[in-house]
């Protein structure tokens, strides 16, 4: 029995250390943005255009971020000069929220632990 509450604890400790490694690898959370990015061609208004035969001839890339509030979806323009920013932003948003359901599975597992008694 007292190695079974030595291997608890050390179990317990080894999962508290990789929680520990996770949020350290996480981005800023100044540095978020939740949304879709997204690229983007598309054909313009003037009918003589070529744009209108072929999708290789279509404008663009063009860039914006898709996001729901209060349900309805709404976009915002990304200008080229910020792509790589905005585009950044929206990873970390994705990190952080991946690594919240990370962290959140080990919690799951120091409560099992914990119960086990």
Not at 7 to 27: D, G, H, W
Not at 48 to 53: E, T
Not at 108 to 116: N, Y
Request: net charge positive.
């Amino acid at each position: 029995m007292i190695q079974k509450g030595g291997y608890m604890r050390n179990r317990i400790q080894r999962l508290n250390e990789i929680k520990q490694k996770m949020a350290e690898k996480l981005p800023p959370l100044n540095e978020v943005l939740r949304g879709t990015f997204i690229e983007w061609h598309q054909v313009c208004a003037r009918r003589n255009c070529k744009c209108h035969k072929s999708k290789k001839y279509r404008h663009g890339p063009f860039y914006r971020v898709s996001y729901f509030k209060n349900g309805r979806a709404h976009h915002i323009y990304v200008p080229l000069k910020d792509k790589n920013r905005i585009e950044t932003w929206v990873d970390n948003y994705n990190k952080i929220w991946q690594g919240i359901e990370d962290i959140s599975e080990i919690n799951i597992k120091l409560i099992r632990i914990g119960t086990k008694k």
